[in-house]
């Protein structure tokens, strides 16, 4: 039906070939799995001649569309890029995954954006791959290309592979960015011109000196020295993403002037909200990525200061679900001894625990960025508890879509968390503020839109003049502090092995997303 000239054909080649060449006229989309590989038997020379019989056929059914293709000994990667649709190389350490939550989920939400806004987008991962291929499927869209098989010591020739192949390169992370600034900057000539853009995805030094402010150590001169030392590469940069208000701040005062703030996407919420009398329970929802980090911290802090203040105010039946990614490196077993956890062993399963729990716990007191999982609890419409440093990421009122459980202060937490988990009244305003919240400050479309602008801006010739930051003395704390140093330090990550064993068989930088199939879009 699809191909009503097939019976012109000899060989089955050409059949596929018109197949592709029709559905292309018509809309459709190719994909192609590199996994999947066809071979033919020897040909023979009466092979040949039918298949050069096909060409001709093919060039005359196809004279429009092919006038527009690239001849055929133009190089591979030229030929894909002859496609008119602009591409695009994120750089990363990992590849983000969709359960991992935080900044992976909203990494995976740019990525998501920048395909359906026509953009062809490859995704380099300097560690690797972690060879899952039903993940890939799963997490992105079907034209997404992974180069699962490359890491940081194939970068170059795969840049090399590809000169003048992207026209823009997104950066997620500051650490990604010194890592592999040396390599951008030795195959400066096979990247484009300008559209170079650094995702800083919370800034370290900043995570820094909120740990510093928790003992009231507010050393703002050291912030900016810090910060200037973490963005030493990013000069080779045309634009730069914050993570909030804050970090976006940081930045201008070290005379970054192109740079913008980039928050969370969420899709449109369909469902019906249960209501409170339908729900039951805590939720601790945020991914503890490594043993030590910020969101470990937090949590421990909860268990130690908190959990035995809430026994006495809440009800027996009211458990606390310990949800989200947890690292292959954390332990939470000395929380089970508290007889109110529970915990959630697939995180692919938190969304329903958004819809059947009655108050979010977000005791956090270190965070460098909006937090993912406060969004969409709220656009659930499950309000929370919030500790003051993310209530300040994500400038909202107190006490109207959350309750603010301050900084180390584990009596203020406790009181507010069984007063949100009692008071129905209160739980329904919060709930309702907490939805229109969450759809105002991480609209999929707003979301978009801000992407246009800042692949706008990192395209413009014409750069604004900077300034210098004047230093100063370490100002006023803007709110009221408790002195409690953190009970834990994170774990240094090993360095990744960026060097490709040895092989008889060269790694394939030339891989395509693992997905096969056509569709009409």
Known sequence: ECAPNADKFRTSDARYAALCLMMAGNEGRIVYDPSVLARSPVQSASDEFKKSEDRAVIRQMFAGSLSRQPLINTPLMKARDASGRPTVLILCEDIPRLERGGQAQRALSLITALDSDGYQVTVFPLNGGDGDRILNALDFPPTVEIMSHSNLGTLGSFLEDRPSCFSSVWILGTRTLQRSSPLLEQYAACLPERGIILDTNQLHSLEEHHRRLVGCNNDEVKLLADTAGELSAAWICQSIVASNDEEADVLRRLGYTHVHVLGHSLPEATMEIPDFDRRKGLLFAFPVLNSGDAVHDGLDWFMQNVMRKLDRLLPPDATMLIAGYRGERVDFTPYGRFRRIEALEDPSHLKDAYRDRRVLIAPTRVTGGKPYEVLAAASAGLPGVLGNNIFQQLNWAEGESALNGGTSDAERFAQSVASLYTDKELWTRLSAHARIQATTDASAEGFRLKICSIMADAMQENAVQGYV?????????????????????????????????????????????????????
């Open 469 to 521: 930051f004047a230093k100063k003395e370490a100002a006023q704390i803007p709110y009221i502090l408790n002195p409690a140093p953190l009970n834990l330090e994170p774990q240094k990550r090993p360095e990744p092995d960026t060097e490709i064993p040895e092989s008889d068989e060269s790694p394939d930088t030339q891989t395509f997303s693992p997905r096969l199939g056509i569709s009409f879009t």
